[in-house]
């Protein structure tokens, strides 16, 4: 009926749209755990650790008092190692920056963070015992 219309006052030639299954786009849509998960391992990446040393997770937590879902980051040693070892002696300072850079980005208008949390593996006292 509006094309009818604006066919009748003369405003517009007739042109049918293209039918949307022709519109391709390359963007891909990510989930809010996957924004913080990359802007995480960003974070790592830039001290030079990799996933053979780290593996990281972010999950949802719950919910704050404001209803915004909480997020945080579970991060896991997999492999013991003098880098991994310095970046454990530096983690006031990792975390500081991982927060700033939180904070500087618009995630914090959808979800909250609670901050990274850390595992070892089970088998903890080997690795280290080997290390000194």
């Not at 593996?55 to 919910?63: K, Q």
């Not at 879902?69 to 006031?92: C, H, N, Q, T």
Request: neutral net charge.
């Amino acid at each position: 009926m509006t094309q009818e219309v604006i066919k009748h006052l003369g405003l517009k030639s007739e042109v049918k749209p293209q039918p949307t299954e022709d519109i391709n786009s390359e963007l891909k849509p990510t989930s809010i755990s996957d924004d913080y998960h990359e802007m995480i391992k960003d974070c790592f990446d830039m001290l030079g650790l990799g996933p053979d040393q780290i593996r990281i997770m972010v999950r949802s937590v719950g919910l704050n008092p404001a209803g915004l879902e909480i997020y945080a980051a579970f991060v896991k040693v997999v492999r013991w190692d003098a880098s991994v070892v310095d970046m454990l002696g530096m983690m006031p300072t990792i975390e500081k920056k991982i927060d700033r850079r939180v904070r500087q980005s618009s995630m914090l208008r959808y979800s909250a963070f609670a901050g990274l949390w850390f595992r070892s593996p089970a088998d903890v006292n080997a690795p280290l015992a080997t290390m000194h």
